[in-house]
């Protein structure tokens, strides 16, 4: 035994059963030739594709809007607010009317009086457009938070999860 390193065979043991641990898992979480292993799909940024992820469950929110909404007692305009990362979309319903979602980008949407405003970050509203997460979890975890009515997100949390599965399929 060499007096300058002591032997301890059982740190010897944990630090090598830590490393067969974190060398597969680092190489799972980032390959090294990820844009081809995975046909370019990491090419883009996260961000960039949470962001396609939210175009199309607006979408689908869209479609699942164009019907009317008759647990609904008048109409009513919601608006999920993104931060920075991301424009605000803005969904309109009725109970007898069909509805629409989509980003508020004109100055008549802006103009439009909201009943509720939902914050959440961009990751969240991707989370709950694949059905990972849902709306009540959502808010009860405090990753979103609510201005206003918190009746009318309730209401329309049905038709979120309705959206959510037709963003799935």
Not at 31 to 59: I, K, N, W
Request: net charge positive; with cysteine; glycine share 6%.
């Amino acid at each position: 035994r060499s007096l300058r390193r002591p032997f301890f065979p059982r740190k010897r043991k944990q630090a090598q059963r830590r490393r067969r641990w974190l060398v597969p898992t680092l190489k799972r979480r980032w390959p090294t030739d990820a844009g081809a292993e995975y046909g370019g799909l990491l090419d883009r940024s996260r961000s960039a594709q949470m962001a396609d992820q939210v175009q199309a469950f607006v979408a689908a929110l869209d479609a699942e809007l164009k019907q009317p909404v008759p647990s609904l007692k008048k109409a009513v305009a919601l608006r999920f607010d993104l931060g920075a990362s991301s424009p605000p979309y803005l969904l309109v319903a009725h109970p007898t009317e069909p509805g629409r979602a989509a980003l508020q980008m004109d100055d008549d949407d802006a103009a439009t009086p909201v009943d509720c405003t939902v914050r959440c970050e961009l990751g969240t509203l991707a989370r709950l457009a694949d059905g990972s997460l849902k709306p009540a979890a959502a808010y009860f975890r405090g990753l979103l938070s609510i201005k206003g009515d918190r009746s009318i997100f309730t209401t329309l949390g049905g038709v979120v999860a309705r959206a959510a599965e037709r963003y799935k399929r």
